[in-house]
């Protein structure tokens, strides 16, 4: 695989990286049954100020990935394999209080659902004091004076007022931004979203994307991005891996991957959203089937029962191997024998024509 | 579809002849109580407050909002699923909302909904063939354990599920695959009119394209009218005739899909647009973007006068705070709700950021604290956050 060598060459650009996650295995074990392999071989690094966008769908591992790079998961049941740097730091396998100084403090976590994150009973202000308290060394004075500051950055108004309020009593917008003031309360390194608008409306979402645009650019947060919705990705992030069944099954800048997506299953996922700025009338193309139809990926490509361009080498019986995520392009990684072909893309043409 | 169906455009009655539902100033107020022993009524959340909007025979009027403006109330209201406050609904003809008992229960079968979620809203302990044969048995329709066993099998087919499907319970299924069984018992009872509330929000985006042009493909073959309710503007546009636009429990805006998404007019509906983020970096790089200052108000004490104007860019010294804007008709069959929906559209009036909104109005938007982004070079290319024209 020569995932390593490419995000050396990117990191050179600006510095080296503050996340290196290398042939990440995530398995979830469970007395008579079998082992489930949530994330398989997952590799990508991030570099600071960059965004790093993780995009599939429900199942395909992203959100795991996330956990696990944060060591969140339990550790009952679950077999983390693989490499997490964070600053060149070996983060799996540290002990929980190694992780417990780094967690809030030089990474941190935005979640989906606000509401369930937020402890119900305690005063937001409790809560984005209690970052401080524990790892800035601040005294309840500081750290108050400190919150309101954090609460004022993230744009929520009258922000005294607001710490002695409760979750409820905030608007679904207000709770995650409180949320990521909690998560940027120390200024961390690696700041990890996930699907952090998705619980939104649209325009509450423009607000929000638009703040964590302004806070990477600001600070020089690495930020991953862990998302569905390819109009966010877009907009937001600078590299795009796109996972399928727990795999990185193509990896491109975003301007490259959206004008010339390469795997059937990117280019799929782009043919099925109607757009807001093309033609009306023109029909969707859905993917056929659902996620669930997925095969393992030790018997071929996991996406082959549901791709247009599957041939009889998408599965290993024939093929011999299973499907490796090859160099397609400078900048580019494509997981597929048979992609999507557009009419000017020599790089991509002999890549995979090697492959074949 | 060419006809436009609204109230008070001549031109587009004499086209539409009669709507199949006619929506007239129906307002849905819920009541909140306080109190242990006595109830007392403290006030009411208005969730729909004076909608009028009506559908021609086969087109679809997509109905779209934030969250809280009352657009699945009012879909539930038109079946009658909550009481309406006041107003009427004309269905075909009849005034749905003061039908009884029987009569309302026969009117049903004309009009049906899909719910959001596939999995709440089917029997678990229900299989697939006696969840598509209740609606049937209870209208006695279908004739017959033969008849009825017919008639499961070609809406099966119509949706695009196997037979094998009939001995399974819908935990066995797929998101996907739920839906069309929800679509199936929908259309069980040949409907004229399908509500369809929230389709495919809850579905994967590579399978919300198969449920967006099954629900297509089965308004061409049998003749349905659609009212889809949906928070996602670019599902809306794909498949709406006309789209109504709603904000804090009535319509600021309606038009025929295509002008609407155009040239929005109300600048609330301007900033819905320009929300939605586009799947194309080109686009979103050279994108017009308003962004609104802070959140939708509460429906139980709606802003005097324009219920926009507390967040509305546009916002005048005149008439917006104290006088109630009326739906007007700018342009065929393109009604706004806006006192200034004319000079907004010539560029006469500047909009002012969000910032200068929020100063006014006591609410912010953006970090305050944050540095000026462009002083990144890592900006350079990325548009800037609030850039207007």
Known sequence: MTIESLPAGEAGTVGA????????????????????????????????????????ESGCGKSVTSLAVMGL??????????????DGRELLGAGDRALRRLRGADMAMVFQDPLSSLNPTVPIGTQVTEVLLEHRDMSRKEAGDEATRLLDRVGIPDPSRRLKEYPHQLSGGMRQRA??????????????????????????????????????????????????????????????????????????DRHELFAQPRHPYTGGLLASVPRLDAARGAPLHPIRGSARDAIPWAEGCAFAPRCDNAQDDCLTEVAGSTVPLEYDGPGRELRCR????????PAGATASGAAR | MTAVPSADSTAADSTAADPLLRVEGLQVHFPIKRGVIV?????????VDGVDLSIARGSTYGLVGESGCGKSTLGRAVLRLVEPTAGRVVFDGTDVASLQGEPLRTMRRRMQMVFQDPLGSLDPRQNVE?????????????????????????????????SAALRRYPHEFSGGQRQRIGIARAIALEPDLLIADEPVSALDVSVQAQVVNLLEELQERL??????????????????????????????????????????????????????PVPDPVVEESRERILLAGDLPSPANPPS????????????????????????????????????AEEIRDGVLRPRSAEEVAATQGVSVRPTGAADPESDALVQGVDEPIEWR
């Open chain 1, 179 to 252: 949320l990521i003031a909690m998560a940027l309360a120390c200024a961390p390194r690696l700041l990890i979203a996930d699907e952090p608008t998705t619980a939104l409306d649209v325009t509450i979402q423009a607000q929000i994307l638009e703040l964590l645009r302004e806070l990477v650019v600001d600070s020089g947060t690495a930020l991953v991005m862990i998302t569905h919705d390819l109009g966010v990705v877009a907009g937001l992030c600078d590299r795009v891996h796109v996972m399928y069944s727990g795999r990185i099954i193509e990896s491109a």
């Open chain 2, 130 to 162: 006696s969840l598509l044969s209740e609606p049937l048995r209870a209208h006695g329709l279908g004739g017959g354990k033969r008849g009825i066993a017919e008639r499961i099998r070609t809406l099966l087919d119509a949706v695009g599920l196997p």
């Open chain 2, 223 to 276: 003749g349905l009218t659609y009212l889809v309710i949906a928070h996602d503007l670019a599902v809306v546009r794909h498949i709406s005739d006309v789209v109504g636009v709603m904000y804090l429990g009535s319509l600021v805006e309606q038009a025929p899909s295509d002008v609407l998404y155009s040239e929005p007019l109300h600048p609330y509906s301007r900033a819905l647009m320009s929300a939605v």
């Open chain 1, 73 to 86: 998961l339990p550790s009952r049941g679950v077999q983390v394999g693989g490499s997490v740097r964070l």
């Open chain 1, 17 to 56: 990286s503050v996340l290196d996650v290398e042939e990440l295995t995530v398995t979830f074990t469970r007395r008579g049954e079998q082992p489930t392999r949530a994330v398989d071989g997952v590799s990508f690094s991030v570099g600071p100020g960059e965004t790093v966008g993780l995009v599939g």
């Open chain 2, 39 to 47: 109830d007392r009524t403290v006030g009411h959340v208005r969730a």
């Open chain 1, 338 to 345: 048979h992609p999507l072909q557009h009419p000017r893309s």
């Open chain 2, 305 to 340: 006068g324009c219920r926009f104007h507390t967040r509305c860019p546009w916002r005048q010294e005149t008439r917006c705070d104290d006088e109630v804007p009326v739906l007007r008709e700018l342009g065929t069959g393109h009604l706004v709700s806006c006192h200034w």
